[in-house]
């Protein structure tokens, strides 16, 4: 049976859902196989987004387990990880410590994948499972008990309070080292070439559902205590026990016995033969994307700091709704939570219909414009203040916006894979990701210097020159997948 699941996210690095979603209906079959002892027929029609979550119920009860899993861990971490750096500076931190924090994600993204797979092969699927959600939930408990610190003396240093997130981080991670290349090779056998980018959206639907649940519950949840340092412990708390469920779920219930999870990793010769034949269309895709994500990486760190350090916009007004006013006190922190929900409620409503665009109009149009959003998105958050009188509502249409970017994702992933030899797509998608996010791991401490040391703006504006800089290069030298010319 099919295997594998991984969840990436600092959101942003677009890592692929899992093939759980790829299930079944009454149609036109082609069989999958070489994924596991069993053959499995899929739907080579085009899903849509109902079809999803109509089909999550129907799903084996493996894969339905590591679903549900993977849902409790996206859920955790987006709870969490949006707010850490205003927890950090909470905690006594810079902001060129925020920018070093995020940097140092960066270097887990990339490295964590392939010994993850290594470390699945070597123990089996379910007990390396286990390990990492117990290691991810772990992550949240220290986060947890971070702030319980004070400063440490430790002979001619200190250990501050805010360095315990650092170490959380390296356990929170764990859990998402599954499954990067095998999620996108099962998508691409699942999918008519030409209907990628919907396969993509409609599974990728599914999964951002817990990134538009996660950050709106830590919203309501930082409400509850005026305080944020202890206000964030209820969410922090949370998190833990979703990680704690998801753990116990998948242990007890998943039967891995006929299955493993990730693939073997051959070493560094390996890497290297799979980046000299990466295809030729991929290079002009990837030299616009790192350019575009270095931009973001720059100031992704930041964006709740702008909100609630730089111009502390929070949301006071009153609802009249059948005769009854309520009124809202939302303090900078809470609304933050709220805008990254407003921004993933737009991100769900485009990228289906994004999808359905692409195949009239072709790929790279669309994922050029996510580009764009991505490039433009910085200049216009640092600037709200001078172009309204109303920051709030100008910074929730600000993150609507940004939920823009999303609509270019599905179409994206699509591109990415849909070059590759079929039974390469798990390697290609892989060897992507692994160039990509290791040439991006300097710039959260780029722009937190500049953040620190300069100034905000000029970190916001340099990240989105370079972020147009690379939109450009991919609307130039990019090239179109053939079965969308």
Partial sequence: MISGITELDCDEHDIPITEANVVPRDGDYTPV?????????VDKREPSALDTFRQFFALERDVLVLSLAMFAFSLGFQMTSRFLPDYMVALGASGFVVGLFGTFGNIISALYPYPGGAISDRIGSR??????GFLSTLGFAVWLVAGQFGPIPVGP???EPWLWIFVGLVLAQAWKSFGLGASFAVVKQATDPSRLAAGFASTETFRRTAFLIGPVLAAALIGLHPDFTVSFQYVLAVAVAFGALGTVVQHVLYDSSEDSIGGSFAGIEQIVRDLRDMPDPLRPLLVGDTLVRFANGMVYTFFVLVVTRLYEVGLETTIAVGGFSYPIDLSPQAFFGYLLGVEMLVALLVMVPAAKVAERVGLKPVVALGFAVYAIFPIVLINVPEFTANTATAMI?????????FAGLPSHKALIVGPAEQGA???????????RNTIVIPSAALGGYLWEF?????AFTIAAVIGVVGTGYFLLFGEEFEAYQ
């Fill in 454 to 458: 300069i100034s905000a703006e000029l």
């Fill in 33 to 41: 196989t070489g994924m596991g002892t069993e053959e499995i027929e």
């Fill in 157 to 159: 240093v200190t250990i």
């Fill in 425 to 435: 797509g798990g390697r290609v998608t892989g060897t992507y990701y692994l160039l």
């Fill in 127 to 132: 007990y390396a499972l286990t390990l990492f």
């Fill in 397 to 405: 249409l600000v993150f609507a916006f940004s939920g823009l970017r």
